[in-house]
């Protein structure tokens, strides 16, 4: 997908949610677990209830890999189900990958080329040979970590050089000589609050994928006020507070519900802010 | 596996190599293309071959998950042949995971609970909250990322904070609250040479695991120069020089004399150090 497409599809379906799809069996409504596919089947079910309210899904590989070689089918299967009924949303592996150049170029071709979707989540640490293999498919995304959600973050960072920038800074800056906003988005954690200003000068265009909203606190409002480009700019991922909003066996309503409450606040702002 | 075990295997092997399986069926003989699981029956002759000679086993995640659910497969057949057959080697799944606590949790229980490797290589740009899930079990060790082989290792790792540290350091440094010589290594390429002197004055006593001897230029001995410890304290991994050592039928024979070769250097160094 292209910057311009996802931007058209934000303005279209007046929404910049992404659903975060952490599917965990222990927390799935439980008449499913008899189901040949639980995975597969209760993703389906979100995936249908919460396409109208959002732009982009993201399944966290981690949830999959769990279940071993049944978890990659539903994985599988769920990138499959996207692509074939919901074609325009954007889809985001979200694995945290980066290695050495060989190792990341098979890490490309298993999302990229296998899977077909449209970005995927790298950590920086190993530097730019690690995340230059993911940038040579036309129209697929890197979504570098910059400044991620969790307590941890502060660990390293926001260790400052001498010069006095923290560490994501410096991953912001060295990152854009690899790719434009064309190719490339950040993480950047909801509960940042005012970092997102100082963010915002440093790449005053890129997507961010902002995680965070929700079970971890972030807040809607304070990541819009200073995150918004012209464009909209970012992608605010939910995914417990919307996918496990209910157990029982009308889930799936709770979850359009929830993501449609979701949706509406963001509308508000685009509409504020004159994108819409 | 306990620290004194791994000691003491290193010890009756005379070795310290690490095997990589790093399993790309477009550089294996062609003639296992046409089984039914040449992933497996591949790596089933090396593990075979390169065991008198070895330490450990890294097969290297990337590579199986680009052929999908067959990949997966193939990962999980490894690493239950490799436990049945050769319950004393360390097995390291080289997967570079890391994330937000309940996402690396679920990284824990997929490859320490389900399928009990012994290690799992980790990305410290999160913190320490994405790498504690995984200290969370007993005998299973972290190998953390410090100081990487490849060119990009420049790019983050070695920018140096308002004392003059490099990053790479202060993962050292701080990680070492999180965890003893009992749970975690660090990797630390063989291309980085005189900086084992450094790593070594901050971690004296844990285990490195080297990459990067063979196909990406390192020296084993220069890596053994600064690196070894009273109980070693080294695993060396090679992959694509013994993996890859001849493509005919007779592979299997290849790599086990290049797997012989560089045990044989390695008994001469852990004999002239007087560990063995």
Redesign the interface.
């Known amino acids: 997908m292209t910057y311009q497409q996802l931007v058209d599809f934000i303005r279209e379906q007046k929404s910049f949610l992404c659903v975060g799809l ?1 599917t ?1 069996l222990r927390k799935v409504p439980q008449h499913l677990l008899s189901h040949e596919n639980p995975i597969f089947d209760f993703n389906r079910a979100i995936i249908d209830a919460t396409a109208p309210f959002s732009v982009a899904f993201k399944p ?1 590989l ?2 999959y ?5 049944q ?3 539903a994985f ?1 299967e769920t990138v499959r189900y996207i692509r074939t009924h919901y074609p325009r949303h954007f889809i985001i592996a979200d694995a ?9 170029q ?2 490309a ?2 999302f990229f080329e ?2 077909d979707v449209d970005a995927l989540t790298v ?9 230059e293999p993911f940038l040579g498919y036309e129209n697929k995304w890197v979504v570098l ?1 910059a400044l ?10 926001l ?4 010069d ?1 920038a923290p ?1 994501y800074e ?2 912001l800056k ?1 990152s854009q000589s690899w790719a434009d906003k064309e190719q490339m988005m950040y993480v950047v954690g909801a509960t940042q609050g005012a970092k997102f200003a100082d963010i915002r000068r440093l790449v005053p265009h890129h997507f961010l994928l902002v ?1 965070g909203v929700g079970a ?1 606190g972030g807040s809607l409002q304070e990541v819009c006020r200073y995150g918004l480009t012209p464009d909209c700019g970012l992608l605010v991922n939910s995914s417990r507070a919307i996918i496990y909003a209910d157990a029982s066996p009308s889930f799936a309503e709770a979850a359009a519900a929830a993501a449609r409450a979701v949706q509406e606040q963001m509308e508000q702002v685009l509409s504020e802010a004159h994108i819409i």
Chains 1, 2 share one sequence.
């Not at 991620?148 to 960072?157: E, I, K, L, V, Y």
């Open positions: 952490d965990d966290n981690a949830f890999e769990t279940y071993g070689v978890g990659w089918q599988e945290k990958r980066g290695d050495i150049g060989n190792t990341s098979m890490y071709r298993a296998d899977l950590a920086p640490y190993m530097g730019g040979d690690s995340v970590l991620t959600s969790n307590r941890g973050s502060a660990d390293f960072q260790i400052t050089d001498a006095g560490l410096r991953v060295t995680p971890q």
